[in-house]
């Protein structure tokens, strides 16, 4: 049990709101045959994840403290504020369907933002690790909803089963930038800062690499399991009735008339929740890389006063977040096309680091990857940037 | 005094004013006086190279070198400045934590005949002198009125965490890092990875370093006993607190536990075997083997002088335990009763008889609320009719729900 964490936790995280607002609207405009993404990014995750959580048990350093180390302060500097900046997007985005979600329920902004906001800051920063962790893991509960919405939905599951494994008839050059955009939601540059930064705070070692990886590959095959559910959910309502939507809270209104009252309040439900999470762990995944790229003390583990730069990083992130998307007239739609498309440009650049890290044999030992491991993460990384350049320049020329 | 930023990409030339490359890195020996002993110079992508300290001419403004240096490699002895500490890891001995290290000063000695590491900057400043931004902003600083604050640790006052260039260790030791307390050690021990954990714990003294050991997350303790020679592990355990050693063993595989048992003492192994079989009960794993314990008989003073005795063995002892002939339990006194009586009033006629026990069967929540019930630091353990095998104290109870919290 006391490995459990970083893989779950990472991994649901990544299903985050912008998550959630990325898959319904690729399931929206392409219906069943978009599942087929699914396997592949199950993959790309798992790889990356675990090559991630291997260098942070091997070596005992985050993904920060080997860049800094390696790379000098000046580099360090200029992917911290890469950092900063596209994880800013993704808190916006998080924040964004966490409003999204509370108007779903009828629930004041107003009140509900703050209330939800301050509790959030409170429990990271007065709860014990463990008692956060416990938490994070409990939160996950809460995505059977998108389960339920699924089977509520009462899609043609052969016609689910089939599309996850074979693949579509013909592909268009909108549904392969929509697969990268739907990889580029899961696989995110802050998860690879964040799960090393977590295990390393866990304090894991070598002999217990073997449970770490069957957690992460575990954490990698729940969250998409879920994602599959989340799809199928607007496939077989939205997709099929030929709605239009542009987000999240959309297809949670979209289900209503197709799936019920009930689907679409659990699938506005995940979304809060999805929202919560993302807004917790994102800004935290930027607060610990600055702690490892500039040396100051931070981790979950350390009180608030003795971490005070650590948890300050954090709140001011979350709540710059709030302000942000208080600006009347800020589209959210426009923020998560944003943010995906940063992230995929930024991927390829932690992937390089990765590479670069996972393969020195006197920082990895007789644990370097493996050469088809190589061939996999390699190809990712080249795959993100083609899909999130050709994808950039196709959106920005209205393509 | 410069700054290591300051010089390095700067071209070298000779007294020609012949470029030779680009200054990259320093050399240095990792001694009491840190001196620099070698310029190391990137002439370009294939071919770089060292020059001795004592070829520069200038180095303040234009690095310029004689024109007839002796090209040199890398002496076993010496350290990189930017492979080995600069923007790693260092323990800030005075101020406790650990920090990076953002620049290092060079202070020049005799009119530039000797070069030595002054000190590093850990600051904020020393990250934007890299980016040439430290004198534009002096008047932001003053303005804020945070000018007067550098960052700035001596040589003398850190301890990298990262000790070692293959298998050269820097000579400053770890003795600097006995002078602190070996919790907060722990603390920052824990920031680095179990190799580098390892050769400093290596480096310590045993008593200091079982200390820190305890003071471990319990995975990092069962990642170094798994590395330690047999030989060393056992040294550890026999200065280990008999109930954490015991934890400790308990974590490692089967073999390697066996291993340790056997290269112990017969009697530290036996006591060490008994607490094993123990621990699998309810208080078993908080059981302390050790305490002191007296016959019945004597009087105040010669219990006085046994305590004396043992005290140092035991510093945390607040209880002597009485025993009749057949070694029973039949009495108890808090160490300061030794104080109120004269020196020939038999331990019999002043000890509690009624004493609180636990057994091994005692669950941990019943011990505990007779600790706070009678107000006692420790309980003694006794199986059978009243044998004690250790004491059960307030300090394992604590941590115990501590971890629980």
Redesign the interface.
């Known amino acids: 049990m006391a490995v459990v964490g970083p893989g779950i936790i990472t991994a649901f995280a990544d299903n985050d709101a912008g998550g959630v607002a990325t898959y319904s609207v690729a399931a929206s405009k392409f219906g069943y045959p978009i599942l087929f993404t699914i396997i592949p990014i199950t993959i790309v995750l798992l790889i990356t994840q675990e090559i991630g959580s291997r260098i942070a048990v091997v070596t005992g350093k985050g993904l920060g403290d080997l860049i800094r180390e390696h790379f000098g302060i000046r580099i360090s500097v200029l992917i911290f504020s890469l950092l900063f900046f596209v994880n800013f997007g993704v808190i916006i985005q998080n924040i964004g369907g966490l409003k999204d979600g509370l108007a779903l329920f009828n629930l004041n902004l107003w009140i509900f933002l703050p209330v939800v906001i301050g509790s959030l800051f409170l429990f990271i920063t007065r709860a014990s690790y463990a008692k956060v962790e416990k938490f994070f893991l409990f939160l996950i509960v809460f995505y059977f909803a998108y389960f339920i919405s699924a089977v509520l939905a009462k899609p043609d599951w052969e016609q689910v089963g089939k599309s996850v494994v074979i693949p579509p008839s013909k592909i268009s050059f909108e549904f392969l930038y929509t697969s990268i955009a739907v990889l580029g939601t899961t696989v995110t540059a802050w998860g690879q800062f964040f799960i090393n930064s977590y295990v390393k705070d866990k304090k894991l070692t070598v002999d217990k690499l073997k449970y770490n990886r069957f957690e992460i590959y575990v954490g990698s095959f729940l969250t998409n399991l879920f994602s599959l559910f989340m799809m199928v959910a607007v496939a077989a309502t939205v997709f099929a009735n030929k709605v239009q939507i542009t987000g999240a809270a959309d297809a949670a209104l979209a289900i209503k008339p197709f799936a019920g009252d009930l689907a679409s309040v659990l699938f506005g439900a995940g979304l809060l929740v999805a929202g919560f999470i993302g807004a917790a762990i994102v800004p935290l995944a930027t607060a610990y890389a600055f702690s490892e790229f500039f040396g100051y003390e931070g981790s979950l583990d350390v009180s608030f006063s003795k971490s005070r730069l650590f948890y300050g990083f954090f709140i001011f992130q979350v709540l710059l977040g709030v302000v942000a998307v208080s600006i009347p007239g800020m589209s959210l739609f426009d923020i998560t096309l944003y943010a995906d498309f940063l992230n995929g440009i930024f991927l390829p650049v932690i992937i390089f680091f990765l590479y670069k890290f996972v393969n020195d044999r006197d920082l990895m030992g007789k644990y370097v990857n493996s050469k088809l491991q190589n061939v996999i993460l390699i190809s990712c990384g080249v795959a993100i940037s083609i899909g999130a350049l050709v994808g950039g320049i196709g959106s920005a020329f209205g393509m | 005094m410069f700054y290591f930023s300051e010089l390095v990409n700067r071209v070298v030339v000779n007294d020609n004013n012949k470029p030779l490359g680009k200054l990259k890195d320093l050399l240095f020996l990792a001694e009491e006086i840190p001196t620099i002993t070698k310029l190391y110079v990137r002439k370009n992508k294939k071919k770089s190279f060292a020059i001795p300290i004592k070829d520069i001419k200038e180095i303040n403004g234009r690095i310029v070198v004689n024109r007839d240096f002796v090209e040199k490699d890398i002496a076993e002895r010496e350290f990189s400045l930017a492979k080995n500490l600069?923007?790693?890891?260092i323990i800030d001995v005075k101020g406790g934590?650990?920090?990076?290290v953002?620049d290092i000063a060079i202070q020049d000695k005799e009119e530039g005949a000797e070069y030595y590491i002054a000190g590093v900057d850990?600051g904020f400043r020393a990250?934007l002198r890299?980016?040439k931004l430290e004198k534009p902003t002096i008047p932001l600083y003053k303005l804020l009125n945070l000018y007067s604050r550098p960052n700035f640790l001596s040589w003398g006052d850190i301890e990298p965490l990262e000790l070692a260039r293959g298998t050269v260790q820097l000579k400053k030791g770890v003795a600097d890092l006995e002078r602190m307390r070996p919790e907060d050690l722990a603390d920052y021990l824990?920031?680095?990875?179990?190799r580098n954990m390892n050769k400093i714990i290596s480096g310590l003294d045993e008593e200091y370093a079982a200390n820190v050991i305890e003071d471990l997350?319990v995975?990092?303790q069962?990642?170094l006993f798994?590395r330690f020679q047999p030989e060393q592990a056992s040294k550890l355990i026999e200065a280990l607190e008999p109930d954490e050693a015991v934890d400790i063993l308990l974590t490692l595989p089967r073999e390697k536990r066996i291993e340790i048992l056997d290269s112990l003492g017969a009697r530290k192994r036996n006591e060490l075997k008994d607490l094993i079989k123990y621990s699998r009960t309810s208080v078993g794993k908080l059981i302390n083997s050790e305490f002191i314990s007296i016959n019945s008989e004597i009087t105040a003073s010669e219990a006085l002088s046994i305590v004396r005795e043992k005290l140092p063995e035991h510093p945390f002892a607040s209880y002597i335990y009485v025993m009749n002939n057949e070694n029973l339990l039949v009495g108890v006194f808090p160490l300061s009763n030794l104080l109120l009586h004269e020196g020939d009033e038999p331990v019999f006629k002043f000890m509690e008889q009624d004493v609180i026990v636990v057994h091994l069967t005692t669950p941990k929540t019943i011990a505990l609320k007779r600790m706070l019930k009678y107000r006692l630091y420790a309980l003694p353990v006794i199986v059978d009719s009243k044998r004690m095998i250790g004491v059960v104290t307030f300090d394992d109870m604590m941590e115990e729900i501590e971890e629980k919290?």
Do not use: D, G, M, P
């Open positions: 600069l923007n790693r890891q934590k650990v920090v990076r953002n850990v990250i890299w980016f824990e920031k680095t990875n179990i997350n995975n990092y069962t990642a798994k919290l």
